[in-house]
Nanobody, 124 residues
Framework: HVQLVESGGGSVQAGGALRLSCEISLYIYSSYCMGWFRQAPGKEREAIAAHYTGTATTYVADSVKGRFAISEDNAENTVTLQMNSLKPEGTAIYYC??????????????????WGQGTQVTVS
């Protein structure tokens, strides 16, 4: 079955950068939407960015626009989230997720069928 494995989380000082990766395995769909989300303690899951492989279109939430970027590496079956100028409010568990085909709402968590286990990011 489909598996998503995140890596790259850790601790960083405010203003620093981290790069998260999500490796996709056993994927059977010709195109799909990949999303990154985060959830802080006591808060709802928040969308960060998404990428649709069919048209190589990206979507970035206003809260991180200009600081975060999502990209795809087809050869490695990996989707990466580059996070720059991190803020303390960015402390959360970060999840990657996948939806078969095109998602009508790429930044909507309900669109996504498969989820990774999450990776902790702490900004101090």
């Amino acid at each position: 079955h489909v598996q998503l494995v995140e890596s790259g989380g850790g601790s960083v000082q405010a203003g620093g950068a981290l790069r998260l990766s999500c490796e996709i395995s056993l994927y059977i769909y010709s195109s799909y939407c990949m999303g990154w989300f985060r959830q802080a303690p006591g808060k709802e899951r928040e969308a960060i960015a998404a990428h649709y492989t069919g048209t190589a279109t990206t979507y970035v939430a206003d809260s991180v626009k200009g600081r975060f970027a999502i990209s795809e590496d087809n050869a490695e079956n990996t989707v990466t989230l580059q996070m720059n100028s991190l803020k303390p409010e960015g402390t959360a568990i970060y999840y990657c997720a996948s939806a078969p085909g095109y998602a009508l709402d790429p930044l909507g968590p309900r669109e996504y069928k498969f989820w990774g286990q999450g990776t902790q990011v702490t900004v101090s």
